[in-house]
Antibody, heavy 118, light 105 residues
Framework: QVQLVQSGAELKKPGSSVKVSCQAS????????VSWVRQAPGQGLEWMGE????????NYAQKFQGRVSITADESTRTTYMELSSLRSEDTAMYYC???????????WGQGTMVTVSS | EIVLTQSPGTLSLSPGERATLSCRAS???????VAWYQQRPGQAPRLLIH???SRATGIPDRFSGSGSGTDFTLTISRLEPEDFAVYYC??????FGQGTRLEIK
C-alpha cells in the first residue's frame, strides 16, 4: 500500500518561499495525480493545485496562480510544493494527497506545518 | 464554481446515537462526484465515502452516504467514541465544504 511521507515543519519569514516535499513509499503513484491541500489553524480544507508525475503537468487553483509551483521527480517518487511571497495568512498545515480516478483523495500525507512569522 | 455548504456547523450527540450530516451544493452535481472525509484532531483527513454512497476500504458499515442533485447526507448509525471528529464533504477534484464538527454531548 502506497504511503505519502512529507518533509518536516518549516518556519519562514514573510516574503520568503517554502518548498515542501511528499515522497511515495511502498509503491509508485503511476498515473495518479498528487494534489496539495492546505488547512489554516482551526479552518477547513483548501485545494491548492496538483501535478501528474508521469506527465509532469500541473494545475493550480486560481487563488494561488503565480505564487505556487507543484512539481514531481519520478525517479525519487517525490512531489514538491513551493509557495512564494509568503505572508502570515499562509501559516497552515500543508497536505499532499493522491487523487484517485476523477478526483477523490484516497491517500494523504501526514501534513507539514508551515509557520510564517517575522 | 460550485459552493458546498455543510450543516449543522456543530453537532452534539452521545455515543450510541445516530448522526446525520448534511451537505448542500449551490448547483446540481452528479452523485458520482461526491465524497466525505473524516478528520480527527491532529490527523490528516481520511476518505470515508466516495461516489456519494460507496464506503472506502476499511470503513465500518455504520457509515453510510446518500443523496443526489444538490443534497447529500452522511449518516453514522451508532456513534462510537472514535467517531467524534470533523467531517467534510467534497466535490471531486477540489472544492470542500466548510466542515461539520461532531462533538460528544
Amino acid at each position: 500500500q502506497v504511503q505519502l511521507v512529507q518533509s518536516g515543519a518549516e518556519l519562514k519569514k514573510p516574503g520568503s518561499s517554502v518548498k515542501v516535499s511528499c515522497q511515495a513509499s511502498g509503491g509508485t503513484l503511476s498515473s495518479f495525480a498528487v494534489s496539495w491541500v492546505r488547512q489554516a489553524p482551526g479552518q477547513g480544507l483548501e485545494w491548492m493545485g496538483e501535478v501528474i508525475p508521469i506527465f509532469g503537468t500541473s494545475n493550480y487553483a486560481q487563488k494561488f496562480q503565480g505564487r505556487v509551483s507543484i512539481t514531481a521527480d519520478e525517479s525519487t517518487r517525490t512531489t514538491y510544493m513551493e509557495l512564494s511571497s509568503l505572508r502570515s495568512e499562509d501559516t497552515a498545515m500543508y497536505y499532499c494527497a493522491r487523487k484517485e480516478g476523477l478526483g477523490v483523495f484516497d491517500i494523504w500525507g501526514q501534513g507539514t506545518m508551515v509557520t510564517v512569522s517575522s | 464554481e460550485i459552493v458546498l455548504t455543510q450543516s449543522p456547523g456543530t453537532l452534539s450527540l452521545s455515543p450510541g446515537e445516530r448522526a446525520t450530516l448534511s451537505c448542500r451544493a449551490s448547483q446540481s452535481i452528479s452523485s458520482h462526484y461526491v465524497a466525505w472525509y473524516q478528520q480527527r484532531p491532529g490527523q490528516a483527513p481520511r476518505l470515508l465515502i466516495h461516489g456519494a454512497s460507496s464506503r472506502a476500504t476499511g470503513i465500518p458499515d455504520r457509515f453510510s452516504g446518500s443523496g443526489s442533485g444538490t443534497d447529500f447526507t452522511l449518516t453514522i448509525s451508532r456513534l462510537e467514541p472514535e467517531d467524534f471528529a470533523v467531517y467534510y464533504c467534497q466535490q471531486y477534484g477540489n472544492s470542500f465544504g466548510q466542515g461539520t464538527r461532531l462533538e460528544i454531548k
